[in-house]
């Protein structure tokens, strides 16, 4: 499996998630907790650019994160003690938020909210931003295309213009377009960045095609261990995401959702560590694909994400 700074190769794997993601991914994401997704939009300017950005968007990569949390101060603890997080509180109109940081550079935001009472409450969630060249057109043609607009495009100082989408699987998605434009492709990934992301979807093909027609994806077969029809999409000839078939064990009407997923050094002291901070492992570490070990983890809200431990054959000597 590629990290999403790496140039896409013939052949490229897709990251499997096979039967151990039927873990508890089980509870649907209903409209309540997608609201509870929407920021308040900060009061200043927010963050200067980062150094390293690109003159222009680059449409399809997956540039930024938010989590949605009922603690933010227990997330801080626990994302900073895990990933070496460091944080900047900013002030909202009527709530909490925080961007996090590796080395200077904003990877996420925090926003905390209370999540909806009920026997069967939703849980937090990861929201991933995909770079987009012009997200109130995006989002006009995503609702053609069957999707639901839950944050209408907006404007907020200091991030870009956004728009909360679901897709026509339910899976929540952020298109943003940034001011000053996107990270750079490099190989510096380091541990805390985002390196990796997945659709689990129970419409595969259809929902490859989706996206494609908003980002402008190169869609190509993913080689996998089944027969199960697994997807890469690819941007600027570099691997984004996988598109992959929701676990067998899930419900025949669970909603489709996306997973990120963290580089770390060590998917088994990681895994170690998110226990020891309260959090819980839903899938043990174990080998992916080209090189790589990974683990899923839940925070102490229940907010699910992935590690990742990858190794790049070409840096280390090993043949491909």
Known sequence: MPPSHRP?????????????????????LPSACAQSAVPSSPETAGTPPTPALASVPLPGKVVYAQLTTPD??????????????????RPVSGGHYAEALVNGHV???LVERRLPEGSNPPRPIWLPFISATDVPALAKSSRQWG??????????????EQAII???QGALFAPLRRPHGDPQDT?????????????????????????????????????????????????????????????????????????????VDS???????????????????????????????ADPAGAAFGIMEWHDPIATGDTK
């Open 166 to 168: 679901a897709d026509p």
């Open 267 to 297: 998917v088994g002291s990681a895994a170690e560590k998110a226990v020891q901070l309260g959090g819980r492992v839903l899938v043990e570490p174990h080998p992916d694909h080209q090189n790589s070990m990974i683990a899923i983890i």
């Open 8 to 28: 896409s190769r013939t052949g490229a794997a897709a990251v499997t998630l096979s039967a151990a993601l039927c873990l508890s991914l089980t509870t649907a």
């Open 72 to 89: 933010l101060a227990k997330a801080k603890t626990f994302y900073g003690g895990l990933l070496g997080w460091t944080f900047q509180d």
């Open 147 to 160: 999707a639901k607009i839950i944050f209408r495009p907006t404007d907020i100082p200091g991030r870009g």
């Open 187 to 263: 190989d510096a990934t380091v541990q805390g960045d985002w390196i990796w992301n997945a659709l689990l979807t129970p419409a595969p093909s259809a929902s490859a095609g989706f996206y494609q027609k908003l980002f402008g994806y190169r869609v190509e077969a993913a080689p996998a261990p089944d027969s199960a029809q697994r997807y890469i999409l690819e941007s600027q000839s570099t691997a984004r995401a996988t598109v992959n078939p929701l676990p067998a064990r899930l419900p025949a009407n669970a909603r489709a959702r996306w997973l990120s997923f963290v580089q």
């Open 107 to 109: 990877v996420a935001g």
